[in-house]
């Protein structure tokens, strides 16, 4: 079982819709949890990043932890065709992150 | 957010000569820098982890006598890919932490490395 899992997709949504990203973690030992966004070719960049079970919201973003269920997710409102990248989930243990496959996202127009 | 730069951004190389990457923090002091590989569609693998002024500890199943990792300042680490061979074509990121924001993590742009 890998420490991480993300669904790989592809997802397609129209611009406007909520989008939901999940990951699910096998290790209750993780205490951090990272949103990043990576466009083609480019490195990653940290979108959000929580600790704590619950909500925390960035303008569009939210992140949502459930520590019991082993289960984070992000949302994304009022989705643009900016928002088309990977978006990797992160979990941070002893020393290094943890990343899942990266879910490839496009927003249509 | 912290900037991390990567040079150079693309390389293409022949089979059998190493290659230096460089990474560097722009505008924070990393204590600790972290090397990963990305395949196509598929998400980072850490290769190795350096801390600035020691030996860097390398992921199972990463040749450290391949992949060579300085992390000589606080500003400035390198991955040396000697002897490279065509498998070794990747898109290679490096990720720093400064002392402060412990958990929180700066990525490099990356750079593909195409060995003919």
């Known amino acids: 079982q890998k420490e991480v899992e993300q669904d790989p997709g592809p997802l397609s949504v129209p611009e406007g819709a909520i989008v939901s990203l999940n990951c699910t973690y096998s290790?209750?030992?993780?205490?951090?949890f990272m949103w990043y966004r990576q466009y083609s070719r480019k490195g990653p960049e940290l979108l959000m990043y929580?600790?704590?079970?619950g909500n925390k919201e960035d303008g569009r973003f939210t992140a949502q932890v459930d520590k019991s269920s082993k289960y984070i997710s992000l949302f994304i409102r009022d989705s643009q065709p900016s928002d088309s990248a990977t978006y990797l989930c992160?979990?941070?243990?002893?020393?290094?992150?943890?990343f899942g496959q990266g879910t490839r996202l496009t927003i249509n127009p | 957010g912290a900037v991390v730069s990567q040079h150079p951004s693309r390389v293409i190389c022949k089979s059998g000569t190493s290659v230096k990457i460089e990474c560097r923090s722009l505008?924070?002091?990393?204590?600790?820098m972290f090397w990963y590989r990305q395949f196509p569609k598929q998400s980072l693998m850490l290769m190795a982890t350096?801390?600035?002024?020691?030996?860097?500890?390398?992921e199972q199943g990463v040749e450290k006598d391949k992949f060579l990792i300085n992390h000589a300042s606080l500003t400035l680490s390198t991955l040396t890919v000697t002897s490279a061979h065509p498998e070794d074509s990747s898109f290679y990121i490096c990720?720093?932490?400064?002392?402060?924001?412990?958990?929180?993590?700066?990525f490099g742009p990356g750079t593909r490395l195409t060995v003919l």
């Open positions: 990720s720093a932490r400064g002392s402060e924001g412990y958990n929180e993590q700066f």
């Open positions: 290790n209750s030992a993780f205490q951090y």
């Open positions: 929580t600790y704590s079970s």
């Open positions: 992160a979990i941070k243990g002893a020393q290094k992150l943890v």
């Open positions: 505008d924070f002091q990393a204590t600790t």
């Open positions: 350096s801390n600035e002024g020691s030996k860097a500890t390398y």
